[in-house]
Nanobody
Framework: VQLQASGGGLVRAGGSLRLSCAASRPISTIFAMGWYRQAPGKEREAVTVMTDDGSTRYADSVKGRFTINRDNAENTAYLQMNSLKPEDTAVYYC?????????WGKGTQVTVSS
């Protein structure tokens, strides 16, 4: 599967962005989709994941501010990011897990200015 992430950009602290992850196959066939991020000089970290039954998990640092959802009709997963903070600045990567294998899209840069 190929994943195309988009929607990153520059935003002021407190602002919002919505990231999109378009998949090359029906996401209804994908067990889990999620987002990771990597800030400069830091390791890649999990942000959120949603399984095909609708269950979600979020990193503590984004709970209450970020929301993941999947649109099966558009074969796209979204990450709505509200109340952004400078520490959310990172490259965000979309991932899909299919039969135990993780697939990655190219990252999209999110920069939050103070």
């Amino acid at each position: 599967v190929q994943l195309q992430a988009s929607g990153g950009g520059l935003v002021r602290a407190g602002g919002s962005l919505r990231l999109s992850c378009a998949a090359s196959r029906p996401i209804s066939t994908i067990f889990a989709m999620g987002w990771y991020r990597q800030a400069p000089g830091k390791e890649r970290e999990a942000v959120t994941v949603m399984t095909d039954d609708g269950s979600t998990r979020y990193a503590d640092s984004v709970k209450g501010r970020f929301t993941i959802n999947r649109d099966n009709a558009e074969n796209t997963a979204y990450l709505q990011m509200n109340s952004l903070k400078p520490e959310d600045t990172a490259v965000y990567y979309c991932t899909a897990i299919i039969e135990g294998v993780a697939y990655w899209g190219k990252g999209t840069q999110v920069t939050v200015s103070s």
